[in-house]
Structures are given as C-alpha cells and as structure tokens.
C-alpha cells in the first residue's frame, strides 16, 4: 500500500524535474570551418555558460549543414544556429521562425579553378561544372551576382552546377571530377596553395564589397520563451572573439585540436586578409536587394523584421 501510494508523488516529481530541466536548456546548432571559429571558443570556454548565471545547460549539436538546422528549428530542437545570411533570408521568406542576432565572421570565399585555363567567367564553357554546397548557399547567391554582372543573367550557370560539401568539393577538383569549385577555409586555402589552381572569382568580387559570411540567428520561441538567452549568445560570442585576440597561443590551441590542424598551419591560416571576426553585420541590404530582384526572396523586400531588437 505504501508503494502505491507514494508512486503519483514520484510521478508528479518526475514531471516537475522534466519541466524544469527542458526550460533550463538551450540548444545550439554548430557547423565545422574557421569561420565559426569564435563558436568553438565559446563552446570550450564555456562562456555561455556564464553569461547564462550557470543555471542553464547548453547543448551543442554538430549539424552538416543548413537544411539540418532547419529541420531541428521545425522540430523544436534547435535554439539558435550559425549560418550564411543568404539561406538564413531564403527560410525567412519561406517562413521559418527566427531572426538575424549579430554577425559571426567575415571570411574569404573563392571558386577555384585550374590555373591559367580561364580568366574570367565568360571564359567558362558551356559544359563546365562547378562544386559548391547546395543552391541558395551564400557561394552560389555570390556567384549568380557575378554571373549576372558579367553575362547578362544570373542563373546562366546555374546549370552547371555540382551540389558537393566542402571537403567532397576539394576532391572533386583536385581529381579533375569538376572544373571548378566555390569555397571557404579551410578548403579554399589548401586549394589555393596548390601550384595547379588559382582563384577566378572572390567573394568581394562578386559582391562588390565586405560582407558578413556567419551570422548567429535565434529562433522566434527562444527569444520569446528565454528573454536573456539571446543578449547572453551574443555578449559570449563578443568574449570569445576578445579572447581569441588577448590570447593568440591559446586559442591556436584550442583551435588546432577542434579542427585536427597542426598549430602552425591554423595560425598562416586565421592570420591571411579577410579572415575577420566581429559581430557588425555587413551586406544585408546588397543581398535582400539581389535576391529580391532575382526572385530568390518574394516577401522580404527590406531589413524590416529580420533582426532582433
């Protein structure tokens, strides 16, 4: 009798601990490359955690790309991500719930090509194939912008293109599998210190200016729901990139073993031009206004709305 009377008081205090353990969590989605690289700082530091008062867990879920980590916004599991600006706009216009916090990195992007077989992308035959990582990524929006400018329209290679993650693009293109390969570090610097491979096209080429490449975004509910996450997400993330600049040899540490680089090679890598990291948010305008003329974004015509007061 007394088992049986003590089992909805046990029920009843499950249920509570299970309310309170699912309000006092939150969860990031994280993707791999040196862009994200004040992400894996705040991740080791735990900086977050901080900013939070401790009472509060994160969970860090490795995603591969953005297609996943709008399927764990859909599915309830997500909180906040990392992501390009142009499919973070295209799943906005498309009505997903979550909006642009602050940036994360700007960030040298480049379609490597064979060197000395063309020099500009009028050049480009018509049966050439490009690797990039999926269609509405920021490489591909980057490359309609290019293409619209020197060949009249925007989709003209559209084509042509071959849907591959960085690193099967790497291979890709050093195999001879595809002719050209638009990318971001780490894979576009070991592309392009390969003797046999040149940059045709930058990123700032084809945009015409800076851009920010990783902006942190938070899901409608979160910011709604956990009133403090979304200004603790971005003080952290603001901490880690003071860290990474007080603390160089540690943060090459801590970024070596995350990235399984040698030391060395990370730091020619974090320190060539371009590879920047603050939280201003750079091009927004530019690509709401390419996208919405191109027909990539119907609802979005301006920055209304998009980001979080």
Known sequence: MKKTA???????????????????????????????????????????EEELGGNTTVQWLKLANTAAIREGVLAGDVDAGFLGIPPFLIALDQGMPWKLLCGVSRSPLGLVVPAGQWSSLNDLPDDVRLALPQPGSIQHILLTMAVKRERGQAGALDRNLVSLKHPDGLNALTSGSVDGHFTSPPY?????????????LSGEEAMGSPFTFIAAMVTD????????????????????????????????????AAYN???AVLQDYMNRPGMVYDTEILGLDQFISFMNTEGYLEQITSTEGILLP
């Open 188 to 200: 576009l610097f070991m592309e392009e210190d390969l003797d046999d491979f040149e940059v045709l």
């Open 6 to 48: 003590l089992l909805p008081l046990f029920l009843l205090l499950l249920f509570l601990t299970s309310c309170s353990g699912r309000g006092n969590r939150v969860s990031i989605a994280q993707q791999y490359g040196l862009a994200y690289a004040p992400v894996q700082i705040m991740k080791e530091k735990g900086f977050l």
């Open 221 to 256: 509910k979160a910011a709604s729901e956990k009133k403090d996450f979304p200004g603790a997400l971005k003080k952290a993330l603001e901490r880690s990139m003071q860290f990474m600049r007080d603390n160089p040899e540690d943060s090459l540490r801590i970024l070596a």
């Open 261 to 263: 680089l040698e030391e």
